[in-house]
DNA sequence: TCGCGGATGAACT
DNA sequence: GTTCATCCGCGAG
């Protein structure tokens, strides 16, 4: 599939890796696409968090409930939710069925459908559009809709790629979080502007 | 570049 | 009533 010069192959249920830790590195450098009746609108990614089964950072720590039954489902799949009233964050869920852990997308480097992104984040700057959580969800039209959707089959949300080639990814603690908060489970692109967090986390 | 406080809604004690 | 996997604007350094 041709999205704005970019030839992009939907990722499958079998091409992501069935652990958390691996699919949240496997992740950088993937394509997160969103279609919609604006348009279509994509980003790679380049920045991602695990959230591992017994993991207290994780919304899976009390078990499952309703809000968070989309990250027991078998990987692949959206967990969307709000947070702090404002933000929507998209997560994938990261292990086989039953295992509740997911991985969040942190942040997308624009690449398609960037007029739309900046009509729906409100500004025009490149560099704030996707940086964060909640922008990655702003910019993309991402909300409660969206939960637990399965990425390998749903028309307007999907993961992709393009045949980039992803340097190793560099590694440090979570960001937000106050539980099991100094746990390496943060992925990142280094040196890519693009990324969330401060210097001192991402130098 | 950083750290702070307010906004805002859902889940849980 | 408290706790958030955040964002934005502001002021200090």
């Known amino acids: 599939l041709k999205i704005e010069g970019f030839s992009v192959r939907r ?21 997160v696409v969103r279609r919609a009746p604006e348009g279509t609108a994509m980003g790679r990614i380049v920045e991602t968090e695990a959230y591992l089964p017994y993991d207290a950072a994780a919304h899976t720590f009390i078990g499952e409930t309703p809000r968070n039954r989309p990250l027991f489902l078998r990987h692949g799949h959206a967990y969307v939710y709000l947070a702090y009233g404002t933000s929507w964050m998209l997560n994938v869920s ?15 480097e624009p690449l398609a ?10 500004t025009e700057k490149l560099l704030d559009l ?19 959707v399965d990425l390998s ?28 908060a100094h746990r390496p489970l ?5 040196g890519s502007r693009f990324v969330s ?6 130098g």
Do not use: C, Y
């Not at 997911?102 to 997308?108: D, S, T």
């Not at 943060?186 to 280094?190: A, D, I, L, M, P």
């Open 197 to 202: 967090g401060t210097k001192a986390l991402n």
């Open 130 to 148: 996707a940086r964060g959580p909640g922008r990655v969800a702003q910019a993309l039209a991402i909300d409660r809709r969206l939960d637990g």
């Open 153 to 180: 089959t749903d028309p307007n949300l999907w993961l992709g790629d393009d045949g980039f080639a992803a340097a190793e990814p560099s590694i440090s603690v979570r960001i937000g979080i106050t539980k099991d």
């Open 11 to 31: 990722l499958r249920h079998r091409d992501l890796p069935e652990e958390t830790v691996a699919l949240a590195r496997f992740l950088i450098g993937k394509l």
């Open 113 to 122: 459908g960037i007029q739309l992104m900046r009509e729906r984040r409100g």
């Open 186 to 190: 943060r992925f990142f692109v280094r």
């Open 94 to 108: 990261s292990e086989k069925a039953g295992v509740g852990a997911g991985v969040l997308i942190r942040a997308l």
